[in-house]
């Protein structure tokens, strides 16, 4: 039998990424001219969504839908990816947590398979593929016609959603879970950083915090 892989899952938003990068992204597309008002007046209405899911203040699978349904209308990689392509090349890393950039290092050297997840949607964070050595990239697909995104999303992966997506990518891939690395600073990840054998936290928020040290998990400060 086929000796099976090792693999490290990694959140984005507040684990490699210092702060939320879509909310960074359509604010410098709008300051360099790539969005026009009306388009960045239709991505404010996001922030209402964004504290719900951030903060748990609402059930997430629900909240996120409505979130990406905000986006219609929307050129996706014309507009949207082109906004993300410049914004990762203008800052480079500076927007990545060194530590975790080491971290990510470490598992290449090792031969690990790296994984990040998020619910993020796609076109936002695959230039980030670019930058860090990154095998997958499982986020947020929402539908698009002709360019143009519809309110349909196609694959989200919070809640039992991103446990089952994770599943099926081990499957095709033949990966190990009990071997695997889950990082996370959120403590929605819960689920993940137990189906796991190597779990460990990011500068986690309190109730993660709390079950982390419950779990004796490994905890990392991001600097």
């Known amino acids: 039998m086929k000796k099976k892989k090792i693999a490290a899952f990694f959140d984005f938003d507040g684990t490699i990424y210092k702060g939320l990068v879509a909310f960074d992204i359509f604010t410098f597309a709008f300051r360099n001219g790539i969005m026009n008002l009306s388009e960045m007046l239709t991505l404010s209405k996001l922030s209402y969504y964004y504290v719900l899911d951030k903060f748990n203040l609402a059930e997430r699978i629900s909240i996120n839908k409505r979130l990406y349904k905000k986006i219609k209308g929307l ?77 349909t999303v196609k694959i989200l992966p919070v809640g039992q959603n991103r446990i089952d997506l994770i599943k099926n990518y081990c499957k095709k891939h033949n990966i190990d879970l009990r071997r695997s690395y889950a990082y996370s600073d959120h403590f929605s990840d819960i689920p993940l950083l137990e189906s796991v054998g190597n779990a460990i936290v990011t500068s986690p928020d309190r109730r993660l915090r709390a079950h982390a040290v419950k779990e004796g998990w490994k905890i990392i400060e991001n600097r």
């Open 75 to 151: 050129k996706s990689e014309e507009l949207v990816g082109s906004a993300s392509e410049k914004f990762f090349l203008h800052n480079k890393y500076k927007k990545f947590y060194p530590d975790i950039m080491g971290i990510i290092g470490w598992h290449a050297k090792n031969g690990h398979r790296i994984v990040v997840v998020t619910s993020a949607i796609k076109e936002t964070v695959n230039p980030v593929k670019k930058l860090i050595k990154i095998d997958e990239i499982i986020s947020t697909e929402v539908e698009t016609k002709n360019g143009i995104y519809t309110d």
